[in-house]
């Protein structure tokens, strides 16, 4: 079955760290660029982590930068995202999506095609 799915969330507290993982199936990771989302309660779902297809480049949201890294290993079919210096405001439902079209906006959720089930982080003391 043509999929990614989510793991490694959980309960952390402010200034911890997690990493998420989004394992492909079905499906040849190399050949596409990816993304990472959040959506909080009550808010929209936003882009916050990008990779091409290749590894390089990565690109962040400002929420994000400096704190989060994406990255990926093709062979594994895996896609990563490292959060350090977590916030409260981080706390959301993270998802992992393949990206079918290019576009001038990485974080444009039109051009994703295929959606994990998200994974839950929630930052609190």
């Known amino acids: 079955q043509v999929q990614v799915v989510e793991s490694g969330g959980g309960l952390v507290q402010p200034g911890g760290s997690l990493r998420l993982s989004c394992t492909a199936s079905?499906?040849?990771?190399?050949?596409?660029?990816m993304g990472w989302f959040r959506q909080a309660p009550g808010k929209e779902r936003e882009g916050i982590a990008y990779?091409?297809?290749?590894?390089?480049?990565?690109a962040y949201a400002d929420s994000v930068k400096g704190r989060f890294t994406i990255s990926r290993d093709n062979a594994k079919n895996l896609i990563f995202l490292q959060m350090n210096s977590l916030k409260a405001e981080d706390t959301a439902q993270y998802f992992c999506?393949?990206?079918?079209?290019?576009?001038?906006?990485?974080?444009?959720?039109?051009?994703?095609?295929?959606w994990g089930q998200g994974t839950e982080v929630t930052v609190s003391s």
């Open positions: 999506a393949r990206k079918f079209k290019w576009s001038v906006d990485w974080k444009e959720i039109g051009t994703y095609d295929l």
């Open positions: 079905e499906f040849p990771l190399n050949s596409y660029s």
């Open positions: 990779i091409r297809s290749s590894g390089e480049p990565t």
